[in-house]
């Protein structure tokens, strides 16, 4: 089984001794019940991460490791942007916890027209406090070595920037619809160093929403013959993604 991961702000040099504390030591000495001789990893989320093995627990949030082998991971190619419409509150973490999971890079929480949860002033901080706490738990839980990226609540003329700069750039960005017009498997990625997947609420993206995205370099894309909660869409796409590119090259 492979080792669990706790994020540390700096990752340990091969040799070095060094402690797990706050949150993250807590949980490894009272939730996870790490002991002496038993391996970890510590990671910086951005693709730092150290082998290390447990040296002693010198407090209940405190582990002592001494760190082994030492490296650098990458991110991988394509890069994939998700645009997330705020789903209704029960399933928000959860979209984030699954897009995470399957690999996602960068995530966009968007205010679409649609969206029935609506986020303002403070509930908005704390909504992508949220969401950024869930992408780091589930980076853990999947042993990721990067957790992605979660931006501020963005409005429709943000999400319109990031699509035509993916566009002008020579990327792909693809408007999950049920009645959209290509279906995934023609998708070209051929040299994409970047791809959007939009996904909008649950009552749909607007024919406006459509309509000004498409003009800037996105294409309406059927996924498949199943209508999908937009708290799934996301993982579904990646994990397409995945199948059809080099980001599953192991």
Known sequence: MTPPVFWVDEVPRAGEDAQVTGSEGRHAVTVTRLRAGQPVILGDGKGNRAECTV???????????????VEFIARPAPLVTVVQA?????????????????????????QAARSIARWSGSKAAKGVDKWRTAAA??????????IPEV??????????????????????????????????????????????????PEGGLTDEEIADLTALGGQ???????????????????????????????
């Open 55 to 69: 040296t002693g627990t010198s407090a209940r949030d405190r582990l002592d490791v001494r760190a082994g082998r």
């Open 86 to 110: 705020l789903p209704k509150s029960e399933r928000a973490e959860l979209a984030v916890d699954l897009m995470t999971e399957a690999g996602v890079d960068v995530i966009v929480p968007w």
């Open 137 to 146: 738990t589930a980076a853990k839980q999947a042993r990721r070595a990067w």
């Open 151 to 200: 931006h501020d609540l963005s409005t429709t003329i943000e999400v319109r920037d990031v699509c035509a700069r993916v566009h002008a750039g020579g990327g792909v960005v693809a408007l999950l619809h049920e009645d959209g017009a290509v279906p995934f498997r023609s998708l070209d990625f051929t040299g994409a160093d970047e791809v959007v997947f939009v996904i909008g």
């Open 220 to 250: 309406t894309v059927v996924l498949g013959p199943e209508v999908l909660r937009t708290a799934a869409a996301g993982a579904v796409a990646l994990g397409a993604l995945g199948a059809v590119t080099d980001r599953w090259t192991m």
